[in-house]
């Protein structure tokens, strides 16, 4: 795929997947399309040589995969790439109405790391997932999504509070509930979800029960740059490796195993059942080794590479990276590196991710934090304490991490992608 046309469906999955929920209904409609089948996590799987099938956990977190053909068998081990569905937020609670001076506000909870000051002054919509009783009495969920502007959150003029630019912070409880209108007194928050389901086509509700709903960002994902160098989006960490990994494997010819898993919750921890901390990825390698295949045998034969995104080298904040280590937008993949193993690579995976860039011709780049700062980590450790799989962490440059909207460059999301194309077709990890 050409690398104008992968920006362009990289755009469209970015702007359709406002909450980890839409993003993996979205990678299922394009798995559904590329001839990949669905295999409920409750019923019993029958697979075959060089077969395509993807299974959901919770409706945020997916694994999809290509059996390995005959010719290779599940003893030459897997090709795994990594990535999560998530990112940070604005979360709705769960008794979310406010009447305050004849305003419409909802209470609001942070999600993972939020860097909370873009977030004001900007056109706000809702989406997420909503379970609800159907008239017949069943119980049963759907995704809803307003797309329109429906919240703001305004800022304190600077008249008001002339030390704004100086001492400012952000007081999340009180700061942070969003505006949606203007009313005589307080409505039912469940009233307005289950009109928006009735608007989205389910005809079968009687009363919403609960909800996982999200602030997102109106602005849809754009290029830009005097030569349109630059991609700006929401959620770029790390829907963008999520994409970049479900395209390879679209692409791939069957061959060797391969695997895509993109994991919920990484940016609180990845502590839950659809986690990369909880037991998806070892009840998948359970469930399609065969019995007389030695597991362990096949987990070492193994690789995973786990993509989210790294910290690009910021020009007006240089000083907060080593100056050895600052990865430049356009300036191709990172390879993460920490000797308290924050990241899983090591030397021998670090080498063999760039063996397989440089058969590809594309440049790779190194992540090492400044010693006197902390480092962040990635579902890469995770995996590879819980499976014992060989891990190396990469990704893509990017500014603007954990923002409202983040920035990446134009040219490195296809170069990965090649990578990971290449890397799902090698014989031999």
Known sequence: MHKDQFNQALISFLNASPTPFHAVATMSELLRNAGFEELAEDTLWNTCPGGAYFTLKNGSSILAWREPTAAFGVEAGWRMVGAHTDSPCLKVKPQP????????????????????????????????????RALDGTLKSGLVDFTDAVAYIPSLAIHLDREANNTRSINAQTY???????????????????????????DDVADVLDFEISLYDCQGASMIGLNREFLASARLDNLLSCFIGLQALIDSPAGPGQVLICNDHEEVGSVSACGAQGPMLTQWLQRVTPQQANAYQVQARSLMISADNAHGIHPNFADRH???????????????????????SNSETS???????????????????????????????????????????????????HSIRELVG????????????????????
């Open 351 to 401: 080498a063999r991710f760039r063996d397989m860039a440089q058969q590809e011709q594309i440049p790779v780049q190194s992540f090492v934090v400044r010693t006197d700062m902390g480092c962040g980590s990635t579902i890469g450790p995770l995996t590879a304490a819980e499976t014992g799989i060989r891990t190396v962490d990469i990704g893509i440059p990017q500014f603007a991490m």
């Open 176 to 202: 942070l509930p969003p505006i949606l209108g203007q009313a005589d007194s307080k409505q039912d928050f469940r009233n307005l979800l289950k009109g928006r389901l009735l608007h989205e086509g389910y």
């Open 97 to 132: 109405e406010i009447h305050r001076k004849g305003y419409l506000q909802l209470g609001v909870e942070v999600y993972g790391g939020v860097l909370l000051n873009p977030w004001f002054d900007r056109d706000l919509s809702m989406a997420g997932r909503v379970s609800y």
């Open 322 to 344: 080593d100056d050895n280590h600052g990865p430049l937008l356009n300036g191709g993949p990172v390879i993460k590196i920490n000797a308290n193993q924050r990241y899983a």
């Open 410 to 429: 134009a040219d490195d999301p296809h170069r990965l992608y090649r990578v990971l194309k290449r890397f799902n077709e090698t014989e031999q990890v």
